[in-house]
C-alpha cells in the first residue's frame, strides 16, 4: 500500500537485531472509538473478534496517524517474512514523587549530562518519560533524538576510564532511584498465565467460532446429538491444549523464580555497603562480590579483583572460567573495543555462578551493574523462550487454503440453494436455514478435533518412548526433518574425556604406552611432575574443579592438592599459592611437592598453556601442554623423536585426542612476573603424548548410520574445541573413512589487513614441519577428488563463523551447504547458525542438552532436549532416555502422524464434498437428508473413522525420503480432485437413473414385493411419502439413492486413503480401524437389504427393488476399484512421479537444492590451500545472501 507515513511518524525499533520491528505513531480519536464501540454493540461482538485476530485494523479504526513524538498508541510490525502486527499503549513515567524526596527539579546535576540515555529520555519541565513496553523491554522517548530507545543498560559508548571514575564509588541514592523508576526493576518475571486467558486466547481460535456458529444452526433445527458431539470433541481439544500451555508456563515460572530474591551487598557513593534484594539493582550499581557459589541477578563489569565464574548456564561447559578486571585506561574508547581481547572475559553474566572471589590489593571484588531484568544474558534466553520466532511450516498455512476453498465452493452452493428455493416459494425463514446448512456440510466443523486425536495418538506413543512434548503441532514437523543438528557432549559423547594412557620418550625416541587401567600411575620424573602441576584447577570447599581434561590428567597421577598457608615461606612463592603433592602412598617421589607460581593460561587461539613451578626443596621448572604440533615448535629439535609424525598418526586416525607435555628448568634468580611467556616458552625438552579417548555413547553410531542411510544430513555443533569435534565426527560415522575434511579459518580484520578466509585439507598433513601452526587432526596419505559432491565436508570454529557471517556473507550458503562441524559455537552462534540453515529452505531438528542450546533449541523447527533442565523449557520435547535415539523415533512418528493428518484432511475433504454433492442434489427437488440420516453419515461414520484411522503407528524403518510437505502439492490434489469427480459422477448418476427406474411413477407401496398382507400394509403405512408434510418431507426413491450412496461411499474413501508403508504401519495393524469399517459395512448394507419397515421410517428411506439395491452395490464396487487402482498406480507411485518429473524437468526449488545444482557445476570449488580476503572483487559481502541480523545474537551473550 505504499508508504502513507511522513518522516517522524515511522521508524525502526532494535535496527539490526533479531527482534527488529517497524514501528508506527498514531493518536486516538474520539469520535472514531465513539463508532467503534457502537458497532461493536450492534454487531453483537463480531467487530470485537476481528480486531482480535487483526490488531492493526484496531488501530486503523480508532486511532489516525501522527508523528511517534506525538502519538499515545505505537502500532508494531516485525520485519520478518510473517510482518506480525501488534500494538501498544505510550505511558508516562513521572519523575515527580522524587520532587519532594530529592527536591528533583529540572536542572538539578543529575539530569544536566545528557551524554546518558536517561537524562536525554526526561522531558524538562515536568519531568516526566514516554515509554512503550514490547516483549518485556522497556523502550524510552529519546527527546534529543527522536526516537524510541531502549534501556536497562549502562551505554555502549563509554570508556573504561569513564567507568571507573563514574560508577567505581557506586552511585548517590539520588540517582539509584531516578534510574530504578525509569529503568524499572532488575527482574525476570514470567507469570502463571492464568486458566481462564489461556481458555479465552484458546476459545477465540477462528475455527471455533466456526464451530459455535453451526452448533447454534444445528440446535435450531433440532440436530441436537451432532451438536453434542461435536461440543464434547472440542471441549476435549481445548482441554489438552490449555494443559500443555499452563503446564508450560508453570516450568518457565520455577526455572526463573529464585533469579528475584537474592540478597546482594551494593556499595553507594554516600550511603556505604548496604544489603538489598537483587530486584532493586540498577545499572550502574557497584556489587561487592564476598564469599563463593553467589548466584549473578545481572550483567556486570569487574572492575577490581578476579573471579572464577561457572558459565555452564550459557555454554553448556560447566568449566570454571577465569574473570579479569577491566583496567582503567586513559582511552577513550568503548570499553568493549579498548583491548584486543574478547570483552567478555571482564563480564559477569546473569544466571551463571561465581564459584570463587578473590580480592586484589583493595581486598574486596568490586563489579558495575551492566545490564537489568530482560536486557541480560539469561533474560534473553527467557524471552527467546516466551517469543519464539513463528514457525513457517507450509502444512499449516495450506490448510488455512483448504478451508478457503471450502468456504469459496460453499459460497458457489448458497447461491445455488438461495436460487432454488426462492423460485420454489419457500418461505424465507426455510431458505436461510437451507443456506446456512450448506456452510456448515461444505467445511467439516470436525476438522480441528479430527486433526488433533493423530497428534493425540502420536504424542501418546511418544510419550510411551519417554519422549514428552509441550508443543503437541510441532509432531507434525518433525515428518520434514533433513538436517538434524547435535551438541557433542553429553549428546553425542559421555561427558568429558577418559584418560588412555601416555606415550614417553626419550633420547632414543618414544617408549612403549604406559596404560594407567593397567600399569596404575607413572612412576616419578618430569612427565608425572607436567601432569600434576601443568593445568589450571583450582581447589573449592575441598574439591577439585577445572577443565574435565586437566581433571583427568591430574587424577591419573594420584596427587593431592592443597592451598600454601601462612607459614609458607619458599623464596619466590607467594603464600596462598596452589600446591601438588604425592600422596601418603606413593614411593620414590623425592620432592615433597610443588607449587604452582604462575599460568600461561591455555587459549585455542595458541593451543598451549604453561605454568612456572617451584619443586619444594628442588628446581623452578617450566611446563608446557597443548597441541602436539605446537608444542613440538617450542622445543629444541633433537629432543623431539624422529618418528614424531608417525607416532601421532597412530593415534589420531583412530580418534584419539592427543596431548603433549614438554618442560625446561629456569634459573632460581628470576622473579616469576618478571619471565615473559616469549622467554619461558623457549628450547623445551619434549616429554611425551598424552592419549585421551573422548568416548562416544553407545547408541550414537547406529542412529547416525540410521539418519545419513536416510538421507537426513547430521551437523555437529559444539562449544568444544575443533579438534576433539573432528575426532568425534570421524569416529561417530558423521564423517565417513572416504570423505575429505576441510579446514575453513577465518580471521576478522587487523590493522591494515582485511578480514581473510584460508581453506586446508586437514588430512594432507604427512611431511609437515614441527614449526607449523595448523591444527593437527588426521594424516592420510591419498585423497582421492574424484566422487560425488557430498565427499568432503567443511568443518570451522565459530569465530571463522562469525567473520565468515560479516565479511564473506557470500560464501556462508556454499559453506552451509557441506558444512558438518562447527565447533567452539556460543549460544548466540549456534542459533544464527540454525537460522542461516533455515533460510536455505531445511527444516532443521536440533538435539542438545544444556542451557546453552536453549536459544538454538528454540530457533529450530523441531528442538529435542536430552536434559530435564533449562534447556527442557525452550524445547518442544524432552527425552528421558539421554542419547539420541530419540531423534529417529520423533522422525518417524513425524512422518506418521504428517501422513495421517494429510490422510485425514484428504477424507474430511472427501466427505464433505459426499455430503454437499448429495444435499446439491436433492435441493434441486427441493429435498433433503434427514436429521437421522445426517447423524448416522456424520457421528456412527465419520466421527468414528475420525477417531480410529489415526490409530496407525509409525513404520519402523526410516525410508530415504520424506513424505509430501504441502497440502497442495500435485499427487494430493490429484487424488482429492480425482476422487471428488468421482462421487460426483456416482452420485449424478444414481440421481438420474433412479428417475428413470420403470417403477420410479408407481405408487411407493408397490414397488417392494412383499410375503404377506399385514406386512405389505405396514410397508404402505410407514412409507408412504408426505410430499408437503412437515417432518416427512424427506422421503423419496432419490433421497434413498443418496443416501445409501453416499454413506457406503464414505466407508470407501476411509479404506482407500489409510495409508499404510513406508511411513506408517500397513492399514490391518490398526485393528480397531478395520473391525470398525467391517462392522460401518456390514451395517449398511443390512441396512439396504433387509425389509425392516420401522428401520426405514426412523431414517426416512424408501423401500425400492432388489435389483435396485443390486445397482446401488455395484456402482459403489466399481467406484471403490477404480478409485484404489487409481490410488495406488498413479498416486502413491512415487517412480511414476518422478519420471514425470524428470520428463517435464522439474527442480526443486529449495534454496538448498538450487546451491547444491550450481556448486556441482562449479570446478573450483571447494578452493584448497588458498587465502581470500574480504577486500578482493569476487570475496566481497555480495547481494546474494546475507545475514543482518548476525552481531546482535553476540551481543548479549
Known amino acids: 500500500m505504499g508508504n502513507p507515513f511522513e518522516d517522524g511518524q515511522h ?16 493518536r486516538t480519536q474520539g469520535h472514531r472509538k465513539a463508532l467503534c464501540l457502537a458497532g461493536s454493540i450492534f454487531s453483537l461482538g463480531i467487530l470485537p473478534l476481528v480486531f482480535y485476530w487483526r490488531p492493526a485494523w484496531h488501530v486503523w479504526a480508532n486511532c489516525i496517524p501522527c508523528s511517534l513524538q506525538e502519538a499515545d498508541v505505537v502500532l508494531l510490525r516485525t520485519t520478518d517474512e510473517f510482518q506480525t502486527y501488534c500494538w501498544k499503549k505510550v505511558k508516562w513515567i513521572y519523575l515527580s514523587a522524587l520532587d519532594s524526596a530529592f527536591g528533583l527539579t529540572p536542572d538539578h546535576p543529575l539530569l544536566t549530562d545528557e551524554g546518558y540515555i536517561i537524562n536525554r529520555a526526561i522531558r524538562k519541565p515536568d519531568l516526566k518519560v514516554r515509554c512503550i513496553k514490547v516483549q518485556k523491554i522497556r523502550y524510552v522517548w529519546n527527546n534529543l533524538e527522536g526516537h524510541f530507545q531502549k534501556i536497562g543498560s549502562l551505554e555502549d559508548w563509554l570508556s573504561s576510564d569513564k567507568i571507573h571514575l563514574k560508577f567505581g564509588s557506586g552511585l548517590t541514592r539520588e540517582e539509584q532511584e531516578i534510574r530504578r523508576l525509569i529503568c524499572g526493576p532488575n527482574t525476570i518475571d514470567v ?64 526455572l526463573v523464580e529464585s533469579h528475584n530474591s537474592i540478597t546482594v551487598s551494593v556499595c553507594g557513593r554516600k550511603g556505604g555497603v548496604q544489603e538489598l534484594e537483587s530486584r532493586f539493582l540498577v545499572p550502574g550499581d557497584l556489587l561487592i562480590l564476598t564469599g563463593n557459589k553467589v548466584q549473578m541477578p545481572c550483567d556486570a563489569i569487574l572492575i577490581d579483583g578476579s573471579c572464577v565464574v561457572d558459565e555452564g548456564m550459557l555454554t553448556g561447559e560447566s568449566i570454571p572460567v577465569t574473570k579479569t578486571p577491566l583496567l582503567k585506561t586513559d582511552s577513550s574508547v568503548s570499553w568493549k573495543t579498548q583491548s584486543e581481547a574478547d570483552y567478555k572475559r571482564h563480564v559477569l553474566f546473569c544466571g551463571t555462578e561465581v564459584v570463587q572471589a578473590k580480592g586484589a590489593c583493595s581486598g574486596t571484588v568490586r563489579a558495575v551493574v551492566l545490564q537489568t531484568g530482560f536486557n541480560t544474558a539469561k533474560g534473553e534466553l527467557v524471552r527467546s523462550i516466551l517469543y519464539p520466532k513463528p514457525m513457517n511450516f507450509k502444512l499449516y498455512r495450506d490448510a488455512v487454503r483448504f478451508l478457503l476453498c471450502l468456504v469459496g465452493i460453499a459460497t458457489i452452493g448458497m447461491i445455488y440453494t438461495l436460487c432454488v428455493y426462492v423460485l420454489s416459494g419457500e418461505p424465507p425463514k426455510e431458505v436461510v436455514k437451507k443456506a446456512l446448512d450448506v456452510i456448515t456440510i461444505a467445511v467439516p466443523p470436525a476438522l480441528p478435533a479430527a486433526l488433533t486425536t493423530g497428534i493425540i495418538y502420536a504424542q501418546r506413543r511418544l510419550k510411551k518412548r519417554g519422549i514428552f512434548c509441550i508443543s503437541p503441532q510441532r509432531i507434525n514437523v518433525c515428518g520434514q526433518l533433513n538436517l538434524i543438528c547435535f551438541d557433542k557432549t553429553g549428546t553425542l559423547t559421555r561427558d568429558g574425556l577418559d584418560l588412555w594412557g601416555v606415550v614417553p620418550c626419550d633420547r632414543n625416541g618414544f617408549q612403549d604406552v604406559h596404560s594407567f587401567a593397567s600399569a596404575g600411575t607413572l612412576p616419578w620424573g618430569p612427565l608425572c611432575a607436567a601432569m600434576a602441576s601443568c593445568h589450571s584447577l583450582i581447589l573449592l570447599d575441598g574439591t577439585i574443579q577445572g577443565d574435565p581434561l586437566d581433571l583427568k590428567m591430574f587424577e591419573a597421577t594420584t596427587w593431592e592438592m592443597a592451598i600454601s598457608g601462612d607459614d609458607f615461606h619458599i623464596k ?61 615448535s617450542f622445543c629444541q629439535p633433537e629432543t623431539v623423536p624422529t618418528s614424531f609424525v608417525s607416532e601421532l598418526q597412530i593415534y589420531t586416525t583412530q580418534g584419539f585426542r592427543v596431548i603433549a607435555l614438554a618442560y625446561k628448568k629456569l634459573e632460581m634468580n628470576h ?50 574445541n575443533l579438534q576433539t569435534a573432528i575426532t568425534v565426527a570421524r569416529k561417530s560415522g558423521m564423517v565417513s573413512e572416504s570423505q575429505k575434511v576441510i579446514l575453513i579459518d577465518a580471521n576478522e580484520t587487523t590493522g591494515s589487513a582485511s578480514a581473510s578466509i584460508s581453506w586446508k585439507l586437514l588430512e594432507d598433513k604427512k611431511h609437515i614441519p614441527y614449526g607449523n601452526q595448523n591444527t593437527y587432526i588426521n594424516m592420510r596419505e591419498e585423497i582421492s577428488d574424484k566422487g560425488r559432491g557430498g565427499s568432503y565436508h567443511f568443518a570451522l570454529s565459530g569465530k571463522s563463523f562469525q567473520v565468515i ?51 538454538a533449541l528454540k530457533m529450530a523447527h523441531v528442538g529435542i532436549s536430552l536434559s530435564e533442565q533449562e534447556a527442557s523449557v525452550a524445547s518442544p520435547f524432552t527425552s528421558k532416555t ?38 446439491l442434489l436433492l435441493y434441486w427437488e427441493t429435498n433433503s437428508l434427514s436429521n437421522y440420516q445426517f447423524l448416522f453419515q456424520d457421528l456412527a461414520i465419520t466421527t468414528l473413522i475420525g477417531v480410529t484411522m489415526n490409530l496407525n503407528g509409525a513404520y519402523p524403518k526410516l525410508v530415504p525420503f520424506r513424505p509430501a510437505g504441502r497440502l497442495i502439492s500435485p499427487p494430493l490434489l490429484l487424488s482429492v480432485i480425482f476422487n471428488i469427480l ?25 414397488v417392494c414385493t412383499v410375503k404377506n398382507e399385514s406386512s405389505s400394509q ?82 426416512d428411506l424408501l423401500c425400492t427393488p432388489v435389483q435396485w439395491r443390486v445397482y446401488i452395490v455395484i456402482m459403489l464396487g466399481t467406484n471403490f476399484i477404480v478409485s484404489f487402482v487409481v490410488e495406488e498406480a498413479i498416486i502413491e507411485n512415487r517412480a511414476l512421479w518422478m519420471i514425470i518429473k524428470r520428463r517435464f524437468g522439474y527442480q526443486s526449488k529449495s534454496q538448498y537444492r538450487i546451491w547444491q545444482r550450481a556448486l556441482a557445476n562449479e570446478p573450483s570449488w571447494p578452493p584448497l590451500s588458498q587465502t581470500s580476503y574480504s577486500d578482493m572483487p569476487e570475496c566481497g559481502t555480495g547481494e546474494s545472501y546475507s545475514n543482518p541480523v548476525f552481531e546482535s545474537n553476540e551481543e548479549h551473550l
Open 11 to 26: 521508524a525502526l525499533l532494535n535496527e539490526g537485531e533479531e527482534n527488529e520491528m517497524e514501528i508506527f505513531g498514531y
Open 191 to 254: 507469570e502463571i498465565t492464568p486458566i481462564w486467558k489461556l481458555l479465552i486466547k484458546e476459545v477465540l481460535n477462528p475455527f471455533y467460532i466456526f464451530q459455535l456458529f453451526s452448533v447454534c444452526l444445528w440446535f435450531s433445527e433440532d440436530y441436537k446429538e451432532y451438536a453434542l458431539a461435536i461440543i464434547i470433541m472440542s471441549v476435549i481439544s481445548i482441554a489438552l491444549t490449555v494443559y500443555d500451555l499452563r503446564e508450560q508456563s508453570v516450568k518457565l515460572h520455577r
Open 572 to 632: 619466590g612463592v607467594p603464600a596462598h599459592a596452589m600446591v601438588v603433592k604425592p600422596c601418603r602412598t606413593s614411593s620414590q617421589v623425592p620432592v615433597e611437592g610443588i607449587a604452582i607460581l604462575h599460568q600461561f593460561p591455555f587459549s585455542s587461539a595458541l593451543q598451549r598453556m604453561t605454568v612456572i613451578v617451584q619443586e619444594m626443596g628442588g628446581d623452578r621448572l617450566a611446563f608446557m601442554k597443548g597441541a602436539p604440533e605446537r608444542v613440538a
Open 671 to 720: 622473579h616469576t612476573t618478571a619471565l615473559t611467556r616469549d622467554k619461558v616458552e623457549s628450547d623445551l625438552i619434549f616429554l611425551g603424548l598424552l592419549i585421551l579417548e573422548n568416548r562416544l555413547k553407545e547408541e550414537t553410531k547406529p542412529v547416525l548410520e540410521e539418519l545419513i542411510s536416510a538421507r537426513i544430513r547430521t551437523v555437529m555443533v559444539t562449544g568444544d
Open 805 to 855: 557471517s560479516q565479511h564473506f556473507s557470500n560464501l556462508l550458503p556454499k559453506i552451509l551447504i557441506n558444512g558438518t562441524i562447527f565447533a567452539r559455537m556460543s549460544p548466540g552462534q549456534k542459533s544464527s547458525l540454525v537460522e542461516e540453515f533455515q533460510k536455505l529452505d531445511y527444516f532443521v531438528g536440533m538435539c542438545g542438552d544444556g542451557a546453552n542450546d536453549c536459544g
Open 882 to 919: 539421554p542419547n539420541i535415539e530419540c531423534v529417529p523415533h520423533l522422525i518417524k512418528e513425524g512422518r506418521a502422524a504428517l501422513v495421517t493428518s494429510f490422510c485425514m484432511f484428504k477424507y474430511m475433504a472427501l466427505y464433505s464434498m459426499i455430503q454437499y454433492v448429495g444435499v
Open 982 to 1006: 468421482l462421487s460426483l459422477a456416482m452420485h449424478i448418476v444414481g440421481f438420474i437413473l433412479v428417475q428413470r427406474q420403470p417403477w420410479y411413477p408407481m405408487d411407493m407401496h408397490s
Open 1018 to 1099: 405396514l410397508t404402505i403405512s410407514s412409507t408412504a411419502p408426505e410430499k408437503n408434510g412437515s417432518n416427512g418431507s424427506f422421503t423419496s426413491f432419490e433421497n434413498t439413492t443418496i443416501w445409501f450412496l453416499g454413506t457406503i461411499n464414505c466407508i470407501i474413501v476411509a479404506l482407500t486413503f489409510s495409508k499404510g508403508k513406508p511411513f506408517r504401519q500397513p492399514i490391518y495393524t490398526n485393528y480397531i480401524f478395520v473391525v470398525l469399517l467391517i462392522i460401518q459395512l456390514g451395517v449398511c448394507l443390512f441396512v439396504l437389504f433387509a425389509d425392516i419397515p420401522e428401520l426405514y421410517r426412523r431414517l
